[in-house]
């Protein structure tokens, strides 16, 4: 008989689970937000115990009972089972860690179901003894070494877990995971650490998972039997596990690295008694998936919680850069055009291009202009227009610079002064993403001289009427061209120094036109602005690529909260 037809909870609540496994592995948890590391923690239990247990036991009903053997270092937990089953099945001894690679024991008649992809879906199988890796690595998939055995019943199997206390972050990960897909919990603990934090911790989390719970006290002298387990029982009466089975196993010598049959006597009556009745088992089961379904949607929401403060540190990151650069590209417009280009050494090759002549030769008669062009040659005289030239492109590339620098610094500090920010600055390992880039000054000067060449074509080009031929004439490509690129960079509304650049704005507007000589200055000024403003924004390069490495799915936390509730829906 197919039970799973009966249950409403097998039709509704694995579609949603199901929607509910696929937005955990989506949701990422990159920055050192609050709540990061327990969001990251949860995130890998919760998908473990949907993908490990909950489905499975959704899709096979009537799987095996998964009894997993859970416990403190040294709590004797592969002794236990071994004098279980009267034989060694798994590794004891003093080195720890001991288990390093899980064991999970079963009759042969369910070898099939275990070494298939339905149970456990997150571990590579083998049937083989493995030795320990030199180093487990977190990112590796872990193994588990399946074992069929005729002395578990049929409809059980019995898992050794790793220690949940382990040295080894590789054992404890692969311990917590294998907690999760348990059917029945069966934790070890001893006289002298059965108070210990740890594993408190983890029979309050499989508690509120909904796991059924049994609790072993291994190695309990005689004279403590009683006080010990008293104290033990007022614990778990306390922390809301007051019917969970106490088993209580004697501190005894070994026989041929076994317990005395009679110390765990009770405790295998009563492991394989469960495997021995198919009602039992269905108990069982039924209980630990009630309560494991139930509690996904309250853990799903504090995921959930964890996934909104992601979202709101990247969102602050981002929201740093961009305030900083829109900052500096504000000033950087408002400076390349507010007349800072017409001081020091422009101002002084202005009043030299002025001073000596050049610009009111060009008012002069064609031949007074030809004389002076020729005494020019004889004596050396220097054309002032290259100078005026160079000093404007020097001068437009400082301002760039400035500003490049004031973006980048800002940004800097705002994310130095975030701890999500410090952290993916550390993390990256390439501090000049954070800096202007070292060929920046090469960078602005090769764009400046780029736009002050497309300036001289652009006088070229519009020469061509006979007023404006003469005047260009007169003054040369590149005098005109300076004396446009002034106009332009002091911008309309600029005061300073409006009486030098006067006779500037007389002579465009009667080369081209008043209006022409606007639209020439509007036209030349756009085209710094906009090689200006790509150069700052291309420093800003190294912050998204680091936003972009540390992405985080727009409204994951929404689309989370989304799928347990319809979790929480299909349950009811």
């Not at 999970?104 to 008649?109: S, Y």
């Not at 029982?233 to 317990?259: K, N």
């Amino acid at each position: 008989m197919d039970r799973r037809a009966k249950s409403p909870a097998a039709g509704a609540a694995a579609p949603a689970l199901t929607e509910l496994l696929r937005r955990i592995s989506d949701a990422r948890l990159p920055l050192a937000a609050p709540g990061a590391e327990e969001g990251r923690a949860l995130r890998r239990e919760l998908a473990s115990q949907i993908e490990d247990y909950l489905l499975p036991r959704l899709e096979h009903p009537d799987a095996p009972l998964l009894v997993v053997l859970g416990g403190s270092t040294g709590a004797g937990k592969s002794t236990l089972l071994n004098s279980m089953l009267r034989k060694p099945v798994t590794e004891a001894g003093v080195l720890r860690p001991t288990t390093r690679v899980p064991v999970l024991i079963h009759h042969p008649a369910d070898t099939a179901h275990f070494a298939g992809a339905s149970v456990l879906r997150g571990f590579e199988r083998t049937t083989e003894a493995l030795a320990p890796r030199a180093e487990e690595d977190l990112s590796e998939r872990p193994r588990i070494r399946l074992l069929a055995d005729a002395a578990v019943p049929q409809g059980l199997a019995l898992l050794d877990s790793p220690d949940v206390d382990s040295a080894s972050a590789w054992n404890r990960s692969a311990a917590r995971q294998l907690l999760a897909a348990a059917d029945l919990l069966l934790f070890v603990t001893t006289a002298s650490r059965y108070a210990d934090a740890v594993p408190w911790s983890l029979l309050t989390e499989a508690e509120a998972r909904g796991t059924t719970i049994a609790l072993v006290l291994d190695r309990v002298p005689a004279a403590a039997n009683r006080e010990v387990r008293h104290h033990l029982t007022e614990l778990l009466t306390g922390a809301g596990l007051g019917a969970s089975p106490l088993f209580t196993v004697p501190e005894l010598e070994l026989e041929d690295g076994l317990l005395p049959e009679s110390a765990v006597f009770t405790l295998t009556s009563w492991v394989m008694n469960l495997g021995r009745s198919e009602e039992a088992r269905r108990r069982v089961a039924s209980r630990t998936l009630g309560g494991a379904l139930a509690a996904v949607p309250e853990t799903a929401e504090r995921l959930a919680d964890g996934l909104a403060a992601q979202e709101e540190a990247h969102a602050a990151l981002a929201t740093a850069v961009d305030d900083a650069f829109a900052a500096a590209s504000s000033a950087l417009a408002e400076a390349l055009t507010s007349g800072r280009v017409l001081r020091g050494e422009v101002l002084a090759r202005w009043q030299d291009f002025v001073g000596t002549g050049q610009f009111f030769r060009g008012l002069e008669p064609t031949v007074a202009r030809i004389r002076d062009r020729i005494t020019a040659t004889v004596t050396g005289r220097r054309d002032t227009a290259g100078p005026l030239r160079q000093a404007i492109e020097s001068a437009a590339a400082v301002l760039i610079r400035e500003q490049a620098v004031a973006a980048v610094s800002t940004a800097r500090i705002r994310w130095e002064e975030d701890r999500a920010g410090r952290a993916v600055m550390e993390e990256c390992g390439a501090p000049e993403r954070f800096r202007v880039p070292a060929d920046f000054d090469v960078q602005a000067r090769t764009a400046v001289s780029s736009w002050a060449e497309e300036v001289s074509a652009l006088v070229r080009d519009l020469g061509q009427s006979a007023r404006a031929k003469a005047r260009i004439l007169s003054f040369g490509v590149d005098g005109v061209a300076c004396v446009l690129m002034l106009a332009a960079l002091s911008g309309p509304h600029d005061s300073r120094g409006r009486g030098t650049l006067a006779v500037a704005g007389t002579l465009l507007a009667t080369s081209f036109g008043e209006e022409a000589a606007r639209d020439l200055a509007a036209t030349v000024r756009t085209r710094l602005l906009d090689r200006a403003q790509s150069l700052l924004s291309g420093c800003r390069s190294g912050f998204d690529m680091t936003l972009s490495a540390a992405e985080v799915p727009p409204r994951q936390a929404g689309a989370l909260r989304g799928s347990a509730g319809r979790l929480q829906e299909a349950l009811r």
